[in-house]
C-alpha cells in the first residue's frame, strides 16, 4: 500500500499484463485487438499533444516577450512539465503491454519522475494563480512583485519541493532493500517499487500537507481576483472573462487533483464491476492523466490574445511551408 498520490501511477501499469499487488489478485487479459486499439489511441494523443506542446514551446522562444513575462515562464514551465507526463505515462502504459517486468533501476527513474512531474502541475497552477492575484489586486507593485529572477527562483523551489518524497522513496528503499534488489525485473509497480509501510505514512503527511496548501491557495487568490475584477469593472465582459478563467483554471486543478483521489475510486468501481475492469482502468487513464493535458492549450493557446497571435502565426507560417507548392523547372534542350 502507499500513498494515493504514488498510487495514482498503480492505474497506468495494472493493465492486462500485470497482477495487483504481489499477484494476489489476476487481471482479465486484454484481447489482442482491444490492446491495440487501446494503444493506438494513447499513441495518438501523446503525438497530437506533443505536436501542439513543441508548437507553443517554439512560438514561446522566438518572442523575448514571452520569456521576459513571468506569466508566460511559468506557463511554459507547465507546458514542458505536462509533456514530459505524458511522455512517461504513454510509455509507462505501452510498456506494461509490451513487457511483463522491466529492470528495477529503469522502472526506478520512470516512476520517480512519473510522481514529480505528476506533483509538479498543481504547485505551478498554484504559483500562476498567485501571479494572477498580484497582477489584478496589486497592479502597481506587479513589475516590482513578479520579476524573472523570482518567477525562475519559484520554479527551482516547487521541483525541490515535489523531487523530495521520490528522493527519500528511493533512500528508504535503498536501506530497505538488500543491493540485489536493485539487480532484479520487475513489474513497474510504485507499490512493488517501493514496498516498505513507512513510504506510505510518510507520502500520507507530505500529501495532505500538499493538497491543503495548495487548495487553500487557489481558493483565497482565485476569490479575491473574482471580489477584485467585479469591484474594477465597468463592464460585465471583463468580468465574465476573469470568471471563465477561473472556471477553467479551477477545472484543470480539479483534473490534476484526481490523480490523487482515483486509486480508491477506481478499486471500488472495480470491486462492484470486475467485469469491466479494463475499461474502468482505461477510461481513468485517459481522465487523469490525458484529458488534462488539453486545457493548457486551451485556457493560454486559444483564450490569450497576445500569445493566439503569434502561436497561429507560427501555425499558419508552418502549414504554409509544408503545403507550399514549389514550381519545377523543365530544361528542354532545342
Request: glycine fraction near 2%; aromatic fraction near 12%; proline fraction near 4%.
Amino acid at each position: 500500500m502507499n500513498s494515493t498520490s504514488s498510487r495514482s501511477l498503480d492505474l497506468l501499469v495494472s493493465n492486462s499484463s500485470s497482477s495487483l499487488a504481489l499477484g494476489a489478485v489476476a487481471i482479465p487479459k486484454d484481447n489482442f485487438s482491444n490492446a491495440l486499439t487501446k494503444n493506438i489511441v494513447a499513441m495518438l494523443v501523446w503525438l497530437a499533444l506533443s505536436i501542439i506542446n513543441s508548437s507553443m514551446v517554439h512560438t514561446f522562444l522566438r518572442h523575448s516577450l514571452f520569456y521576459e513575462n513571468p506569466r508566460y515562464i511559468m506557463f511554459i514551465c507547465m507546458v514542458f512539465n505536462d509533456a514530459l507526463q505524458l511522455t512517461l505515462v504513454t510509455a509507462l502504459y505501452v510498456v506494461s503491454y509490451i513487457f511483463r517486468k522491466i529492470h528495477t533501476s529503469v522502472c526506478c527513474l520512470l516512476i520517480m519522475t512519473a510522481v514529480l512531474t505528476t506533483r509538479s502541475t498543481p504547485l505551478i497552477l498554484a504559483g500562476m494563480a498567485v501571479e494572477r492575484y498580484i497582477s489584478i489586486c496589486f497592479p502597481l507593485h506587479y513589475s516590482q512583485m513578479c520579476t524573472v529572477p523570482r518567477t525562475l527562483l519559484l520554479i527551482g523551489i516547487i521541483f525541490i519541493l515535489t523531487a523530495t518524497p521520490p528522493i527519500t522513496d528511493l533512500l528508504i528503499t535503498i536501506v530497505k532493500e538488500p543491493p540485489s534488489f536493485f539487480h532484479t525485473t520487475i513489474f513497474c509497480d510504485h507499490s512493488l517499487l517501493f514496498r516498505d509501510r513507512s513510504i506510505y505514512y510518510k507520502n500520507c503527511v507530505f500529501d495532505g500537507a500538499y493538497l491543503s496548501f495548495v487548495a487553500l491557495t487557489l481558493l483565497y487568490t482565485y476569490c479575491k481576483i473574482m471580489l477584485t475584477a467585479r469591484a474594477a469593472s465597468t463592464g460585465l465582459a471583463s468580468v465574465k472573462r476573469a470568471r471563465n478563467t477561473v472556471v477553467l483554471h479551477g477545472v484543470q486543478l480539479l483534473l490534476c487533483m484526481l490523480a490523487f483521489v482515483v486509486p480508491s475510486l477506481q478499486a471500488a468501481l472495480i470491486s462492484l464491476f470486475p467485469h469491466l475492469s479494463l475499461e474502468i482502468r482505461y477510461i481513468f487513464f485517459l481522465l487523469v492523466y490525458i484529458i488534462p493535458r488539453f486545457l493548457s492549450p486551451v485556457i493560454y493557446g486559444f483564450r490569450d490574445e497576445q500569445f493566439r497571435k503569434y502561436w497561429t502565426r507560427y501555425l499558419s507560417c508552418r502549414s504554409c511551408s509544408i503545403f507550399k507548392v514549389r514550381p519545377v523547372l523543365l530544361k528542354v534542350n532545342l
